[in-house]
């Protein structure tokens, strides 16, 4: 089955610095890479998603990258925010299941 | 957008006794949803896929007849606890795709159930 891992857990940050996620993934079948953002006791939101077909993605202060060669994907956050300060989870979806495998999370502290 | 409703968002119980957790899709039709577990600070590990009007796929380890799962419409699927013991507190969120929605998944709002 798929393996995803994810790096680092935890990444602490200046209010205004940048972030940066990173994301493995095993099986080449997988084509849809989504970012989630779950903030402490509530149920994981979609922030980003990227499809095999597209190198990047950008949705004004987060953007994904993909290299399917490299079978690794990345979550990039600008100008962060105190408000920013969730976990993230990256998931990959394998072939025609679409059930996602999940990272184990990145804990991302932004201190004001 | 798509909206999945899950009850209750927190729950005690003594250990030895069974709980219902509800999950529904309020917009939308789903004939396949999904039950996760989450640990502390942990990744969401996937339980089982329940599908409407069919036995749900467990995942490996999983036990079966422990965590009931029933999805008898196309809105509503319920996994039950049975037996509760400490070690089955946990934060539990199911999550739904919208037909013909290929890609993309609404989680429902979690229950934090609490074995004592």
């Known amino acids: 089955g798929e393996n995803v891992e994810q790096h680092p857990s935890t990444l602490s940050v200046q209010e205004g610095d940048s972030a940066v996620i990173k994301c493995t993934y095993s099986d080449s079948a997988s084509n849809y890479f989504p970012w989630y953002k779950q903030e402490l006791g509530k149920r994981p939101q979609l922030i980003i998603d990227?499809?095999?077909?597209?190198g990047e993605k950008k949705d004004q202060r987060i953007a994904v990258t993909l290299n399917k060669t490299a079978k690794h994907f990345s979550l990039h956050i600008t100008e962060t925010q105190p408000e920013d300060s969730a976990v993230y989870f990256c998931a990959a979806s394998v072939g025609g299941s679409y059930i996602p495998t999940f990272g184990r999370g990145t804990s991302l502290i932004v201190h004001p | 957008g798509a909206v999945v409703s899950q009850h209750p968002s927190r729950v005690i119980c003594k250990s030895g006794t069974s709980v219902k957790i509800e999950c529904r899709s309020l917009?939308?039709?789903?004939?396949?949803m999904f039950w996760y577990r989450q640990f502390p600070k942990q990744s969401l590990m996937l339980m089982a896929t329940s599908n409407e009007g069919s036995k749900a796929t467990y995942e490996q380890g999983v036990e079966k007849d422990k965590f009931l799962i029933n999805h008898a419409s196309l809105t509503l699927s319920t996994l039950t606890v049975t037996s509760a013991h400490p070690e089955d507190s946990s934060f539990y969120i199911c999550?739904?795709?919208?037909?013909?929605?290929?890609?993309?998944?609404?989680f429902g709002s979690g229950t934090r159930l609490t074995v004592v």
């Open positions: 999550s739904a795709r919208e037909e013909g929605s290929v890609y993309g998944y609404t």
């Open positions: 917009d939308f039709q789903a004939t396949t």
């Open positions: 990227i499809r095999s077909n597209v």
